[in-house]
């Protein structure tokens, strides 16, 4: 038995007998009416205007690049930046649809970009067309910064593991940008098992991605632009009538279900496991810790998703990757550390030479635990016991 997993059972026995209720009574389990409630109550809890609910958070990001490269009109080539640490299929969807990603450097506070190197890709690329940010591990990015350093740049922001995480002004991260993305995998701060969310205020790009995510069929989009799209095209069957190139990003009625349960204790789940960061951090702090760990942010408005250690020292990483196996403590990389490191990346390099980069320090000494609702002040201290504090 795991004594500390990365996410224990999310799922509750009342979350799974709605599903089973559903399956009993529902004739239809494809893309329907509680998919749409799902998103309409996803849009009121963000603070969007338009929410689609996709297959995963990994393609949330993909029709969130391809119907801004439509949409805005960018070309082949053109420029995305995006941080040296972050998940594969944020990148992926860079190059998949012919645009070139150019890698900043991260910092070692909250681990996006890091804002000297973002200060100097401005003056050696000022023709930047996206600005893919990444929340990391519940964690706030500088958003504004990234507006100011490059204010005529689209902004889009990946939060799939930090939902909730607020901005500075106390506004949930993802609400105000072109466009943001979410996931609900398992391990994450709330489920529908496998699961995502792509959200927008620009109501012509949600309409693209109402398309784009069935296939580009006209009608996939709302009624009254299906209505449009019918009457400008009349030589065509409205049945089939195909808009724009697509996919089949659809997620079904029985995980929008589960959405539906779980979005309920979501508020609270982000809660505990805020309380739990501050617990750990204030323990850090006042012990040991800055002598022998770099410390990332203490952000009031974090929405944890685990505990980032990074040792001074790659030797006590190693130990500390010992002791946890021994103690039965699951542990991860920091997502991919130094994402340019990965052989499917081979080609790409950060944008400045820097002889020892941040996202290198990450990579070789850096580690994470599993926050999340169910852990408490006794594993904490425990964890931080190991940590030598």
Not at 57 to 85: C, F, R, W
Not at 333 to 348: R, T, V
Not at 370 to 386: M, T
Request: glycine share 8%.
């Amino acid at each position: 038995m795991t004594y500390w997993p990365l996410m224990e059972d999310t799922i509750s026995f009342g979350d799974r007998l709605k599903m089973a209720t559903f399956l009993l009574t529902s004739s239809r389990l494809t893309n329907g009416s509680k998919v749409r409630e799902f998103e309409s109550q996803w849009s009121e809890w963000l603070g969007v205007k338009h929410s689609l609910y996709v297959s995963s958070g990994s393609t949330a990001n993909s029709l969130l690049i391809a119907a801004v490269k439509e949409h805005y009109g960018l070309k082949d080539g053109d420029k995305v930046l995006v941080p040296a640490t972050t998940w594969m299929t944020n990148i992926a969807p860079v190059f998949q649809n012919g645009l070139q990603p150019i890698f900043c450097d991260i910092n070692l506070d909250n681990y996006s970009f890091d804002v000297d190197e973002l200060k100097y890709i401005a003056t050696q690329h000022p023709d930047i067309k996206v600005v893919f940010i990444t929340h990391l591990i519940g964690l706030s990015s500088n958003v504004e910064k990234v507006r100011e350093i490059f204010p005529d740049a689209l902004i889009l922001e990946d939060v799939c593991e930090s939902h909730g995480v607020e901005g500075p002004d106390g506004k949930k991260r993802g609400s105000d940008s072109i466009g943001s993305t979410f996931s609900f995998y398992f391990g994450h701060h709330m489920t529908t098992i496998e699961g995502g969310v792509v959200c927008t205020n620009n109501s012509e790009l949600y309409e693209l991605m109402r398309m784009k995510r069935s296939h580009g069929m006209a009608r996939e989009g709302s009624p009254h632009m299906f209505k449009k799209y019918s009457e400008e095209n009349p030589d065509i069957d409205p049945a089939f009538l195909f808009m724009t190139d697509g996919y089949n990003f659809r997620n079904h009625e029985v995980c929008a279900v589960l959405g539906l349960s779980q979005i309920k204790r979501l508020d609270r789940n982000i809660e505990i496991r805020r309380q739990n960061f501050q617990y750990w951090m204030q323990n850090v702090i006042c012990g040991l810790g800055p002598k022998n760990y770099i410390i990332p942010e203490n952000q009031s408005g974090n929405s944890s998703f685990s505990f980032p250690i990074i040792s001074k020292d790659k030797n006590l990483t190693d130990y500390l990757k010992t002791s946890f196996k021994k103690e039965g403590i699951e542990y991860r990389p920091i997502i991919s550390g130094n994402i340019l490191m990965h052989p499917a990346f081979k080609n790409y390099k950060l944008c400045t030479e820097k002889e020892n980069p941040n996202v290198s320090i990450l990579h070789s000494n850096g580690l994470y635990v599993g926050n999340s609702q169910f852990v408490n002040a006794k594993k904490i201290d425990r964890l931080i016991h190991l940590m030598g504090i």
